[in-house]
């Protein structure tokens, strides 16, 4: 049941935008609709160059500290989705674009979905501190080989099965 909303949402879309089309001229007129859909574009551009970059400047702080970013980096996106909403002509995308574009909102929509999304991240140890390469505490998984200089070397091993041909 869940699968068949989003394709019927899709489909239903333009038939439920062009009937706002027709109720919003028919109270305003069709010059003053027009105007109110050219107005959400550009507000939907403006919007997303100022949200985007404080969004993006956060992301960044929350790595310089050590943190998980994954909450601003889903903001980021949902941002973009809120400006590509308002961008589309329509008022049932302006408002959902518009909701989009409120923190509380943001928020709301992020602990919804927090669960089902994983933000894989792949910092060397000691940048980015818990959340990257290491795993908490300092304990290793197993697939870790901890090298120091003297147990590295690049000569040919004689006995490798991934030698070359023209080796022998």
Not at 19 to 33: E, K, M, N, P, S
Not at 61 to 71: H, I, K
Not at 122 to 131: D, I, L, M, V
Request: glycine content about 12%.
């Amino acid at each position: 049941m869940r699968f068949f909303f989003l394709p019927a949402f899709i489909f239903a879309l333009p038939l439920i935008e062009i009937a706002g089309f027709v109720l919003v001229g028919r109270q305003i007129g069709a010059l003053a609709t027009v105007g109110l859909v050219l107005a959400s574009s550009v507000a939907g551009i403006l919007l997303l160059r100022h949200q985007g970059f404080g969004v993006m400047s956060r992301a960044r702080a929350e790595v310089a500290a050590g943190r998980d970013p994954s909450r601003q980096l889903a903001h980021g996106v949902m941002i973009l989705l809120a400006a590509l909403l308002l961008i589309i002509p329509g008022f049932l995308t302006d408002i959902i674009g518009l909701l989009l574009f409120l923190p509380p909102v943001r928020d709301l929509a992020w602990r919804l979905v927090k669960d089902r999304i994983m933000v894989v991240t792949s910092f060397p140890n000691g940048f980015g501190g818990g959340f990257g390469g290491s795993r908490p505490g300092g304990r290793r998984d197993g697939r870790t080989i901890d090298l120091d200089a003297e147990d590295f070397s690049r000569r040919p091993d004689p006995d490798s099965p991934w030698r070359r041909i023209g080796d022998e």
